[in-house]
């Protein structure tokens, strides 16, 4: 399976400030994935990011907030806007495994990026 | 709307103990099911999935579409095994759209 490498591992940012987090990918990916995991809750899909178009964003998400960046099939971005305090949570890049002979794929989920929003 | 829930936050068993992990999701189309489990200071990762039939690491997980349910079961509890569970269902064949549920904290003592 693909291995996923993210940054920053962790921040700590001030309220109103921006930060883009990145995520490169061993291997060339159709899509990518972006998750959040808000402190004691789910994994929540953000958006999905493919190459060469605008990504895709879940109900509650919106672009000005979250905008992505896919320039390549081996990496992307997330950045998190104008950031409060409720935007801390625990950011995830993922994509898509080889399936087996059941034709089904997974996730391979990065190591995430830690934010916290003061 | 999809949904998935996993009623313990918290789950604590002795060694060589059972375990079942509750796994119950609501969906109207054919549901795909996945337990992904992430041990401490890992990643994220596939424990297995209900179409694969499969078992890993002793765990297995039957789909129940009568009761919408998507138990883990380990007949013997290992150390091991403590972790973090959480339920994912996909919607439809759509790849990587996955709803998690809020997880479920392992914990077998000695």
């Known amino acids: 399976s693909a291995v996923i490498s993210q940054k920053p591992s962790r921040d700590i940012c001030q309220r109103g400030t921006s930060l883009t987090i990145q995520c490169q990918v061993d291997?060339?990916?159709?899509?990518m994935f972006w998750y959040r995991q808000q402190p004691g809750q789910s994994l929540t899909l953000i958006a999905t990011a493919n190459q060469g178009s605008e990504a895709t964003y879940e109900s509650g998400f919106v672009i000005d907030k979250f905008p992505i960046s896919r320039p390549n099939l081996t990496f992307s971005t997330l950045t998190v806007s104008n950031m409060s305090p409720e935007d801390s949570s625990i950011y995830l890049c993922?994509?898509?495994?080889?399936?087996?002979?059941?034709?089904?794929?997974?996730?391979?989920f990065g190591a995430g990026s830690r934010l916290t929003v003061l | 709307a999809q949904r998935v829930t996993q009623p313990e936050k918290l789950l604590s068993v002795f060694k060589g103990a059972p375990v079942e992990l509750k796994c119950n999701y609501s969906?109207?189309?054919?549901?795909?099911l996945f337990w992904y489990v992430q041990y401490s200071r890992q990643r994220l990762q596939l424990l297995l999935r209900h179409i694969s039939r499969e078992s890993i690491k002793g765990f297995t997980a039957d789909l129940n579409k009568g009761e919408t349910s998507f138990h883990l079961k380990k007949p013997f509890a290992q150390e091991e095994d403590s972790a973090m569970y959480y339920c994912a269902l996909r919607r439809g064949s759509t790849l990587g759209r996955l709803y998690f549920g809020r997880g479920t904290q392992l914990t077998v003592w000695p």
């Open positions: 291997s060339q990916v159709t899509m």
């Open positions: 993922s994509v898509g495994s080889s399936g087996d002979d059941s034709g089904a794929n997974v996730l391979t």
């Open positions: 969906y109207s189309g054919s549901p795909e």
